[in-house]
């Protein structure tokens, strides 16, 4: 087993007076694929957040790269993909400076050299939106909105890739591109979280599932095979997310 990458022992969390997470094991090595399962309201989202240092936890240890989190300050090695929001985004932006400011952090003081553009240009091929780089984030549609927050984690060049989500309510296209794009990172060894409500077109990626249930580990081990987490006991999942084909989501890009 190669070293770990991601480590929470012990972890508990509380929004508000809520306790959304009541004691989580979970480890990733490095070069693994784990994707974070389970239904509605569980904690997945609330878990990868402690990780980023998102959300406080209450008690229990989280390692980065073997390093207590507290004490992590190498954030460039991560890439992460947040949960899409249909809240407004606000702030106009064009594709290429959404990705460029997920290179900020390989930067030397925000100073963008020839390696560094050539890095976003790059991450933009990989999600197959390099066409669209001068477009407006505000004309893509949902999925390509979802390519572009990809390409923006990609652009750091990341050891590690976290994602909340990353298919939720993107077009079938869109899907086939992302999967593509995640299994050239994987073939490059680049370990992966990934937060799922099904396994979908990632399903042969997947190495290992970890299932929340009411913020405790109720499964980690081989993925459920074919038939998804819909087959798990106790999954109740009905997905929030605008379905394919829907308006272009506002996602916050720039939060
Ligand atoms: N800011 C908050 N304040 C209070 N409670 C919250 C907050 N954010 C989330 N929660 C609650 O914490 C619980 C876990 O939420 P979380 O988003 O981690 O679940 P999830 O498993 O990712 O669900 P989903 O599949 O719906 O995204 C839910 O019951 C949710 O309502």
């Known amino acids: 087993m190669t ?5 929470l022992r012990g ?3 509380d929004l508000g007076s809520r306790p959304v997470l009541r004691g989580i094991d979970l480890t990733v090595h490095r070069g693994e694929v784990v994707a ?3 239904a509605n309201g569980s904690g997945k989202s609330t878990a990868v957040r402690t990780v980023i240092g998102q ?13 207590p989190r ?15 929001t249909t809240a407004a985004g606000g702030v106009p932006a064009t594709v290429t400076e959404v990705v460029s400011s997920g290179r900020l952090s390989r930067t030397r ?3 963008f050299r020839k390696g560094d553009r050539e890095a976003v240009r790059h991450a933009l091929d990989l999600v197959g939106m390099a066409d669209r780089a001068k ?7 949902g999925g390509q909105h979802q390519r572009v927050l990809i390409a923006r984690a990609l652009a750091c060049e990341p050891e590690l890739l976290i994602m909340d989500e990353p298919m939720a309510g993107v077009d079938l296209a869109s899907q086939e591109v992302l999967a593509q794009t995640l299994k050239n990172q994987v073939a490059a060894g680049t370990t992966v979280l990934l937060v799922l409500h099904e396994l979908g077109p990632l399903e042969p990626l997947i ?4 299932v929340l249930r009411d913020g405790c580990v109720q499964h980690d081990g081989p993925p459920p095979k074919a038939v998804g987490q819909h087959a798990l006991p106790g999954h109740d999942h009905v997905h929030p997310h605008a379905p394919a084909g829907a308006e272009p989501m506002r996602t916050g890009l720039l939060s």
């Not at 070293?3 to 480590?7: N, T």
């Not at 300050?73 to 899409?84: C, K, S």
């Open 70 to 84: 507290r004490r992590f300050r190498d954030w460039a090695r991560i890439g992460y993909v947040p949960q899409r």
């Open 135 to 141: 477009d407006n984030v505000d004309a893509l549609s």
């Open 11 to 13: 972890v508990r969390a």
């Open 55 to 67: 959300v406080p936890i209450g008690s229990g240890e989280i390692e980065l790269f073997g390093t």
């Open 109 to 111: 003081f925000g100073v």
């Open 36 to 38: 974070l399962l389970g």
């Open 207 to 210: 190495d290992r599932a970890v």
């Open 3 to 7: 070293e770990p990458v991601i480590s």
